[in-house]
C-alpha cells in the first residue's frame, strides 16, 4: 500500500515539475530581458511564436541638440493584443537611455518591469535619451512583444523597428577626394611652366646622338 501510494506521489511532482519547466521561458522573461530590441538583430522572437506579428514604431524627435533630453515612445499596434514587452537600446556608448513607466533599465538598455497591458489594440511604453555632448547620428533600437497573457511563449508575436536620430551636425560626412593625380609639383604641370631654353637643353644631348651616327 506504501508503494502505490509513493509510486502516486512522484508521478503527481512529475507533472508539476513539467508544467513548471513548460512555462519557464514566459515566467523567466516577464520582468524583462536585455539582449532582445533588435540592435543585434535578436528579439523576443528567440522565444515567442506562433502569434500575428504586431506593428511597431518610435515617436519622438529625429534630431538633438548635443547634451539635450529627448522624449520618445515605443509604440506595439495589434497581433495578439492583450499583453506586451519591449526591449530599448542605442549604438552609441555616449547616449544614456532613461526609464519610464512600466520599464526598468537592465545595463545600458530598456525592458518592461512587468508585461502591460494594452489599451485597445496598443500598448505605448515612454522614455527619454540623454544625447551625446558631440556631434554624431546614432540609432535607436526597439522591439515589442504583443502576446494573449496566457504566461506561455506560445501564440505570442514580436517586431522591430529603429530611428536615426542626428545629433548637433551629425556624424561628419567623409567627402570623397576623388582619383589620385600624383603631386602637383611634378607631372606635366611643371614641365609646361619650365622655360623654353630649359626644355632645349633637355633634348640637346638626343640632338647630338643622332648627329654622331649619321
Known amino acids: ?100 513607466t512600466g520599464m526598468k533599465k537592465l545595463g545600458a538598455e530598456l525592458s518592461h518591469s512587468a508585461p502591460q497591458a494594452f489599451t485597445g489594440t496598443e500598448l505605448r511604453f515612454n522614455f527619454s535619451l540623454v544625447a551625446p555632448a558631440t556631434d554624431v547620428t546614432l540609432n535607436l533600437f526597439g522591439a515589442g512583444n504583443s502576446a494573449n497573457a496566457d504566461q506561455k511563449s506560445s501564440g505570442d508575436r514580436a517586431a522591430a523597428t529603429k530611428l536615426s536620430i542626428k545629433v548637433g551636425n551629425g556624424t561628419p560626412v567623409v567627402e570623397d577626394p576623388g582619383p589620385d593625380d600624383g603631386d602637383d609639383s611634378g607631372g606635366c604641370t611643371a614641365a609646361s611652366s619650365a622655360p623654353v631654353w630649359a626644355l632645349a637643353l633637355a633634348g640637346l644631348p638626343l640632338t647630338v646622338r643622332r648627329r654622331r651616327r649619321s
Open 1 to 100: 500500500m506504501y508503494g502505490n501510494s509513493m509510486r502516486q506521489w512522484v508521478r503527481g511532482a512529475g507533472v508539476v515539475v513539467i508544467a513548471m519547466l513548460g512555462a519557464t521561458p514566459a515566467f523567466a522573461t516577464s520582468t524583462g530581458i536585455s539582449g532582445n530590441s533588435g540592435k543585434d538583430t535578436q528579439t523576443c522572437n528567440t522565444c515567442h511564436n506562433g502569434g500575428t506579428a504586431p506593428t511597431v514604431e518610435i515617436e519622438g524627435p529625429s534630431t538633438l541638440e548635443k547634451g539635450a533630453t529627448g522624449q520618445y515612445t515605443f509604440i506595439i499596434r495589434g497581433g495578439a493584443a492583450m499583453t506586451g514587452g519591449v526591449g530599448i537600446a542605442v549604438d552609441n556608448t555616449e547616449a544614456s537611455l532613461q526609464a519610464g
